[in-house]
């Protein structure tokens, strides 16, 4: 569809039937829009009417300035969802609405978005408007939206925990990274602008860990595609709920390190990775010095690199590919 369109508007008839089915399923086509990158807005018609009837009776340019009124997807649930509720701020009902938008907002507007994006401001502009009309701090918001993501990301963990070992083995080592596995996960999520110049240098089989070599994969899986990797479609592309759970945890951390220097960090990445590489080429090279499998001269050779890296490390010189 985004092939098409990056707007796309729900028409909805005026009846009460009608509305119920649509807040039923308004939180998951939230999210499965916005992981798509298309906005999704909402068109309510006067009671009784639909698209055909307008369009029949009023013409297609009525029809085209009533798409012009809609609104956005998540406003619609909110004002649905707040409706008469503003007044009473601190009742229980108040209490069920605020959760349930917060509800909203962990599927639909997760934290990968940067500190700059349209998503990133939109989230505060709604935390920011629930804690005006209904007396909650912002950082409470904020903090209750944060174990949202976390419930929703480790739902059915405890399903999975129930089965007979037998059923699927588990293994805890796939699921924990280095630091620089995390690192860079963290830069996918919340600066995956820089994942072209990461590309460059770093391939899928040089990750050790099999979660971060997936996510990665799947990240430039979307690059190729023409796509900026998101979140939801990181979360889309796994169905464990220990690897969301772990994709959660580095969004948040993420989130933390918005203030810091992006291009730091992705310096100090790529030379990690570059002594990494550089590391693995010297554990081979000495397994075949050690094995006797090279010839005089290119043994020479080998001890030479081996001697003039050494001499580059101990004068903080940045490690080559060569």
């Not at 009608?18 to 086509?29: H, K, P, S, W």
């Not at 993501?149 to 739902?155: F, K, T």
């Amino acid at each position: 569809m985004r092939c098409f369109t990056d707007r796309v508007t729900l028409v909805l008839v005026g009846d009460d039937a009608g509305q119920r089915r649509t807040m039923q399923i308004l939180d998951g086509l939230l999210a499965l829009f916005v992981a798509q990158e298309i906005d999704l807005r909402i068109l309510t018609l006067p009671e009784g009417a639909d698209p055909c009837d307008v369009i029949a009776t009023h013409g297609s340019d009525a029809f085209r300035q009533l798409l012009s009124t809609s609104v956005d997807a998540l406003d619609h649930k909110i004002n649905a969802v707040t409706n008469g509720l503003a007044s009473a701020p601190g009742t229980h009902r108040s209490a069920q609405a605020v959760e349930e938008i917060l509800s909203a907002l962990a599927r639909a507007l997760p934290m990968h978005l940067g500190a700059s994006s349209t998503g990133f401001v939109r989230e505060q502009q709604v935390l920011s408007r629930l804690s005006r009309e209904f007396g909650v701090t912002e950082d409470a918001l904020h903090t209750r939206l944060t174990t949202r993501r976390r419930e929703i990301a480790s739902r059915g963990q405890s399903q999975r925990a129930a089965k007979p070992a037998s059923d699927e083995p588990r293994s805890t080592q796939r699921l924990t990274l280095t630091a620089w596995e995390r690192e860079l996960l963290e830069l996918l999520l919340h600066q995956p602008e820089v994942l072209p110049r990461l590309a460059e240098v770093l391939t899928p089989e040089e990750i050790p860990t099999n979660v971060c070599r997936a996510f990665y994969v799947q990240a430039l899986a979307a690059m190729h595609a023409g796509q900026i990797p998101t979140f939801d479609q990181l979360m889309l592309s796994t169905d464990d709920p220990d690897a969301k759970s772990l994709l959660v945890d580095c969004d948040e951390h993420g989130y933390e390190k918005l203030t810091s220097d992006t291009d730091q960090r992705v310096r100090d990445l790529l030379a990690r990775i570059a002594q990494e590489k550089q590391t693995a080429r010297h554990q081979s090279q000495l397994a075949e010095l050690k094995q006797h499998r090279l010839d005089p001269q290119h043994e020479q050779e080998v001890l030479a690199e081996l001697f003039n890296d050494f001499r580059r490390r101990q004068t903080g010189s940045a490690p080559t590919d060569g």
